[in-house]
């Protein structure tokens, strides 16, 4: 028989995943990071794949739910959208220094998005080149954190923009 004071392992789990889920935090060192990884296969050779993917202003017609887009004056490339669940967000990306020649690097340097993605190229054939992108992304605003665990739509919105990249590629030949 179970006593009125005793608590079950669901109850503390479920009282421990509300309270970790339920901060509000002012900045994005949260520790509330989201990884996205994306494999797909193009007909181009490595250094072309590259070439391609690094050229983020050829994106915007193949983007998904993306209210302006477009290069800024310093070279990095700035993203505005909204989430249909009203949230409104933005991010500037910019290219850094790669560690290494079949790999290409962005992060956000402003906006509401704290992010970085790494693309990876693996050669399959002369032709043919494997890519891995991979997306680590915190929201920096904790009421975007707090409206997005309540109704998860970046993790979505995130993947259609990654579907739109490996559309993009797909007609190249």
Not at 39 to 55: C, I, N, P
Request: charged letters at 20%.
């Amino acid at each position: 028989m179970k006593s009125d004071t005793s608590v079950c392992f669901e109850d503390v789990v479920t009282y421990w995943y509300t309270l970790e889920n339920c901060r509000w935090f002012p900045t994005c060192s949260s520790g509330e990071e989201m990884l996205i990884q994306k494999t797909f296969h193009v007909a181009l050779g490595v250094e072309q794949a590259r070439s391609r993917l690094a050229r983020l202003g050829e994106y915007r017609l193949a983007l998904a739910d993306i209210c302006t887009a477009g290069e800024t004056g310093d070279g990095a490339f700035a993203l505005a959208f909204r989430l249909p669940c009203g949230l409104e967000a933005e991010v500037v990306l910019e290219e850094v220094p790669a560690p290494g020649r079949g790999q290409a690097v962005f992060k956000s340097c402003r906006g509401s998005l704290d992010l970085v993605a790494i693309a990876e190229f693996f050669p399959q054939q002369a032709d043919l080149t494997e890519v891995v992108l991979t997306l680590d992304y915190t929201l920096c605003p904790w009421l975007h954190r707090w409206v997005d665990a309540l109704f998860p739509q970046m993790d979505r919105f995130l993947n259609r923009q990654l579907a739109g990249v490996e559309r993009h590629f797909s007609g190249v030949s």
